[in-house]
């Protein structure tokens, strides 16, 4: 089971949006279950069970585990194909209006980007507490972030520059970013 599956698609958000269908995706805990053991949990028709498990299946968010003959009868168990589900941004832009683009927009953009490839690592497993090196909240001047802008990329493009290629490197993305976190009010 991977620890995040995003949902990029309308249709997979669609199929998550039904009320009992987080119920069904709730009532699962450390094992596998089948529609009917998921009807007498939830105190539900199995066909009403069986048709909500087929939509979150068919948009891959449960995943077939098992199939089980049980006098005569295939008995179908699902469990989740992730412990957490995460809606990505993306799947919610509704602006396509290119003339109306901002520089809010354009770093909204960035940031998504960023954070599609954060999700991507973690779906992998490829995440290590390594890969978050820093985090600090301070105090900048807007030559104080522009100046450690230079800096880092002065560094990256000597990292560039000087290495030799292995094989057995990974690629990374990396990301300065500066967000104010309090404005300061003018006299």
Known sequence: MKEVLVLRDLECIKAIAHPRRIDILNAFKA???SA???SQLLDE???KINYHIKTLYKVGVLDLVEE???SGIVEKYYYPRAKHIVIGKKALNFNNDLESTDIGDICISKFENMSDSFYDAIERNTLDD???TNYNQ???SKD????LLETVDSKINDIILN???DESDTKYDLSLITIPSEVKCRA
């Open 36 to 38: 009917k053991q998921l």
């Open 31 to 33: 094992t596998p279950l």
């Open 138 to 140: 301070i105090t900048l």
């Open 45 to 47: 028709p199995h066909a």
């Open 68 to 70: 089980k003959v049980k």
């Open 130 to 132: 390594e890969n978050i």
């Open 163 to 165: 290495r030799k290629n």
């Open 144 to 147: 104080e972030i522009k100046e």
